[in-house]
Each structure stands twice: as structure tokens, then as C-alpha cells.
């Protein structure tokens, strides 16, 4: 057994990942963290996340000695703030730890990337080199040889598994960036009470426009230019991307078909990408799973692709857990169907 540590634990991820860790046959939950001066600190998982009474009831202990309890830990996954995840994933790497951040802080390379769209400047500039970016279908090899996996953002996630078997084989019009209309439910801003996410202040807009920090990720990964809006919804959890593309010259309907067939066939170890064709993906269909469902319609030289997934899985902790499984040589899907 792997002995598992989730910092980060009382929020929307780390109650996810503690549920997945608990099932998971090969790994032993050994402790769950939160901040030094955290207001939950020692209350028992179970009083904030009602659904793990009876499961998962094990107590929420203060991250006072990091250095400490990176030396009993085999797997860490940090559920924590971007500029929290930056400071603490060096301890646990020096500790031998294998590392799976569920924050932005590792996920792209980029000189004054951080600087400019996080907001702080970046200070392990070798542990950033050597992270591998967990996007879990296809950089698998990587995965398997990492020690720190940066996992992708949940905009970032539904918009690349729908691109990136296009734009690899060539079928897009790179000339024309993509546009991407993507809608999160509200548990994408995390746990923290906040005006903007309070109840009465969400209603259905787009933000972050021109400027969300998921548009240089997005682009970076795909090595295409995209124009990305994202927009909050009114309900808990879910994203919906609506992509529009140009097609390349000559590109159409049974090429796209057979290109996302190709780059998602089910090999013997099962992934979490799930083709539609010609049908709609719905946030319904995914939520609560680990899937990302994915439709395409071609008409003339357009295409218009849709993908749902969960934010708090396959946006963040499912995917995760895949990462966990590559890395360490499990089926892919342990703990997840
Ligand atoms: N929500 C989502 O859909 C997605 C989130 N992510 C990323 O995953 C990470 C976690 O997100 P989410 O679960 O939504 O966040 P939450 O705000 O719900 O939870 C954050 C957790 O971190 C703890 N924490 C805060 N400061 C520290 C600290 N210094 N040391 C240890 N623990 C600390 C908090 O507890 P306390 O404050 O009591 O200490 C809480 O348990 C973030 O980086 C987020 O950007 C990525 C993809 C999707
Ligand atoms: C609805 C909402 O607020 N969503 C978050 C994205 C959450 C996510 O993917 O997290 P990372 O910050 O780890 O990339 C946002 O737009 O900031």
C-alpha cells in the first residue's frame, strides 16, 4: 500500500480525492491536512462534507511540520492555492515524495508566466522543468516517469481533449484561432465564501475576459492560438466548452470522425474520454464521473465541438487519480467506475 497524503483536504478537490483515495485498493489515506491556523483544523472530514460520514471520518490535521510528515508519505496530492501549492511541492520532492498539484503552480513554462497571470514570481524554476503535465490521455509516458505531476485546469481539460487530436493531425485552420465558450458551475472557485460566488451574486455571465489566466495554458499545451471566454453558471458543478474551428483545406466530416476515433480508441487499459459523433455533450451525462464526453457537427468548412466534464474530476481530481494510476502502474480507472 501507498502511504497518501491530501493537503488541501476540507475543500471541494481534496474532499473528492479523500472519497477516491479511500476505495482505491493500493493506497492507504494516512492524513489529511489543512492549513497551520485553519478554522477546521481537527474537526473530522465528515462535520464539513456530510456525504463521507460513516466513509471517510478521519480528522483534518494542521500542515504545522510539512517536512515531518513528507518523510511517512509514498504519494502527495496537493488540493491547494496556486502560490500554496508552489511553496510546499519542494518539500515533499526533496522528501522523495511523489507529487500530483492540483494548482496551477507547475503547469506551464513559460518565462513571466507566473508574473503576470498569477501573480507572484516563480521560485523553483527546476522543479517547474521537470513537471510533467498531467493531461492524462496523452502525455501518459511522461506520467510514468515523473515525480511532479502538474495537473491541468478544468477549462484547460475540456478544451485540449476535444482540440488536440484535430490540431495534431493537422485538420484545423490554425490561422483562424479556435474560439472557445466555456461554462463552469460555481464549485470551480473553490470552497471559500466570496461576494462573487455568494448565491445571490451568481448569475450566468462571462469574466475573466481576454485575461483568464487559462487561455495562455490552453494555448501553450496545444501550441495554437485560441480565444477563450469563460463564463459562471448558476448551478454546483460542471463544464460545458462550445468550440468553433475552422477546418483545413480539403478537411471534413469522416476525417474528423476517424481522427477523434483514432486518438480515443479504447486500448486494454480504459481512459476517461467518451465520443459522441454527431450528438451534444451535456453537463448531465458527466457530472459526478471521470469522463469527458466529446460531440463534433461539421457543416461547410466549420466545426462545432462540444465537452462536458466535471470540474472537481475530470477537471481536477479524477484526473488526478488517472495520474496516480499511470504513474504507479494501475489500471487507469481504479477507484474512478
Ligand atoms: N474547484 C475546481 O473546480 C478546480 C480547482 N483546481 C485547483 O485545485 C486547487 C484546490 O481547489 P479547490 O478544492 O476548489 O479549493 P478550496 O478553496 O475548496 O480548498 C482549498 C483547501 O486548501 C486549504 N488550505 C489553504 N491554505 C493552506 C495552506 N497554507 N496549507 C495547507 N492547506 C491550505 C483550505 O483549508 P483552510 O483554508 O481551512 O486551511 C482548503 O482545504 C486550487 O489550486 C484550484 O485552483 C483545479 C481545477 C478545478
Ligand atoms: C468558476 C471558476 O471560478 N473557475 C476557476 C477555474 C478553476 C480551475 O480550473 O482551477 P485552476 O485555477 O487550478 O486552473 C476560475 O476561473 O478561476
Not at 521537470?130 to 501518459?140: K, M
Amino acid at each position: 500500500m501507498l502511504n497518501t497524503l491530501i493537503v488541501g483536504a476540507s475543500g471541494y478537490t481534496g474532499a473528492e480525492l479523500a472519497k477516491m483515495v479511500h476505495v482505491h485498493p493500493h493506497l492507504e489515506l494516512a492524513g489529511l491536512y489543512v492549513s497551520a491556523n485553519s478554522l477546521d483544523a481537527n474537526k473530522p472530514i465528515s462535520d464539513l462534507h456530510g456525504q463521507l460520514k460513516g466513509i471517510v471520518d478521519l480528522p483534518l490535521q494542521p500542515l504545522t511540520n510539512p517536512e515531518a510528515i513528507a518523510k511517512q508519505a509514498d504519494i502527495v496530492l496537493l488540493a491547494t492555492a496556486h502560490e500554496v501549492s508552489h511553496n510546499l511541492a519542494p518539500i515533499f520532492l526533496s522528501a522523495g515524495c511523489q507529487v500530483f498539484d492540483l494548482s496551477g503552480a507547475f503547469r506551464v513554462k513559460a518565462d513571466d508566466f507566473y508574473n503576470e497571470y498569477y501573480g507572484f514570481e516563480h521560485q523553483h524554476a527546476q522543479w517547474l522543468e521537470q513537471a510533467v503535465y498531467g493531461l492524462a490521455e496523452w502525455n501518459s509516458e511522461a506520467v510514468k516517469q515523473a515525480q511532479l505531476i502538474a495537473v491541468p485546469g478544468c477549462y484547460p481539460t475540456a478544451s485540449q481533449l476535444a482540440l488536440k487530436p484535430l490540431l495534431d493531425a493537422g485538420l484545423i485552420d490554425k490561422n483562424q484561432w479556435p474560439v472557445i465558450n466555456a461554462v463552469s458551475g460555481v464549485s470551480g472557485a473553490g470552497r471559500k465564501a466570496s461576494m462573487v460566488n455568494s448565491y445571490c451574486e451568481v448569475s450566468l455571465q462571462a469574466y475573466g475576459v481576454f485575461t483568464h489566466r487559462h487561455q495562455p495554458e490552453i494555448a501553450s499545451h496545444l501550441d495554437c492560438d485560441v480565444i477563450f471566454t469563460p463564463h459562471l453558471g448558476n448551478f454546483k458543478r460542471g463544464i460545458l466548452a462550445t468550440i468553433t474551428a475552422k477546418l483545413a483545406d480539403g478537411a471534413n466530416m469522416q476525417q474528423v470522425s476517424e481522427c477523434m476515433a483514432g486518438a480515443y480508441q479504447l486500448s486494454d487499459d480504459a481512459h476517461a474520454v467518451r465520443l459522441l459523433g454527431e450528438q451534444t455533450a451535456s453537463i448531465q451525462n458527466v457530472v459526478n464521473t471521470c469522463f469527458c464526453d466529446i460531440g463534433w457537427k461539421v457543416q461547410g468548412q466549420h466545426i462545432i465541438l462540444t465537452s462536458a466534464i466535471d470540474n472537481l474530476l475530470k477537471g481536477a481530481s479524477s484526473q488526478a487519480m488517472q495520474c496516480i494510476n499511470i504513474r504507479n502502474a494501475f489500471p487507469q480507472l481504479t477507484a474512478l467506475v
